[in-house]
């Protein structure tokens, strides 16, 4: 069973910066991980991914001012760095990864005001 567990989101005024966290625990090797987030009222949205070749993907809204990454020790931990944030990036953030790239976190808030 794979889990995918994602840490570091908060609250942060207009222009502040936030990195997320998302480890995969499990013996499974996740190929690709991405990040995907939902704001109220929203559907879920793609916002970046990376394969295990560390080749990246992003979406238009945040190319230039997010990076995703990949921890060097342990390739299923993901990270996403988040910086010159908008109040329109206001959503929860979460992680997917795993096995065919089906398995997603439970989420972490990020909430841009202020």
């Known amino acids: 069973q794979v889990q995918l567990v994602e840490s570091g989101g908060g609250l942060v005024q207009p222009g502040g910066s936030l990195r997320l966290s998302c480890a995969a625990s499990?013996?499974?090797?996740?190929?690709?991980m991405g990040w995907y987030r939902q704001a109220p009222g929203k559907q879920r949205e793609f916002v970046a991914q990376?394969?295990?070749?560390?080749?990246?993907?992003y979406a238009d809204s945040v190319k230039g001012r997010f990076t995703i990454s990949r921890d060097n020790a342990n390739k299923n931990t993901v990270y996403l760095q988040m910086n010159s944030l908008k109040p329109e990036d206001t959503a929860v953030y979460y992680c997917?990864?795993?096995?065919?790239?089906?398995?997603w976190g439970q989420g972490t808030q990020v909430t841009v005001s202020s």
């Open positions: 990376i394969t295990s070749a560390r080749s990246t993907n």
């Open positions: 499990g013996r499974a090797f996740s190929n690709t």
């Open positions: 997917r990864g795993g096995p065919s790239y089906s398995y």
